[in-house]
């Protein structure tokens, strides 16, 4: 399968923004998804996960409030709305797939893809 994550750009702090990842290839209707995000200069970071029906999600503390992530399983996407956003969010965000192990743990997710960057300016 492959993901292609857009809808990123450039914003202002407190704006908001919509994320999407589209999958090819194949349904990713029967797999856990998540967000995740690199800052520059630094690691990969969980941001969200869903699973494949969309019934449970989590986020990472430093969203929790503030991102929203969803799915429609008959368009084969993942969606990640950001409200309020801040200078630390700006970071190339990535949807993945899932496969195993901690769901926070970057190297627990495969086929990456293109991300899109987002930069919130202050």
């Known amino acids: 399968v492959q993901l292609q994550a857009s809808g990123g750009g450039l914003v202002e702090t407190g704006d908001s923004l919509r994320i999407s990842c589209s999958a090819s290839?194949?349904?990713?209707?029967?797999?856990?998804m998540g967000w995740l995000r690199q800052a520059p200069g630094k690691g990969r970071e969980y941001v969200a996960f869903?699973?494949?029906?969309?019934?449970?999600?989590d986020y990472a503390d430093p969203v929790k409030g503030r991102f929203t992530i969803s799915r429609d399983n008959a368009k084969n996407t993942v969606h990640l709305e950001m409200n309020n956003l801040a200078p630390e969010d700006t970071a190339v965000y990535y949807c993945?797939?899932?496969?195993?192990?901690?769901?926070?743990?970057?190297?627990?997710?495969?086929?990456w893809g293109q991300g899109t960057q987002v930069t919130v300016s202050s």
């Open positions: 993945a797939r899932y496969r195993a192990g901690s769901r926070t743990d970057p190297q627990s997710y495969d086929n």
């Open positions: 869903i699973t494949w029906n969309g019934a449970s999600t």
């Open positions: 290839g194949r349904p990713i209707s029967a797999n856990d």
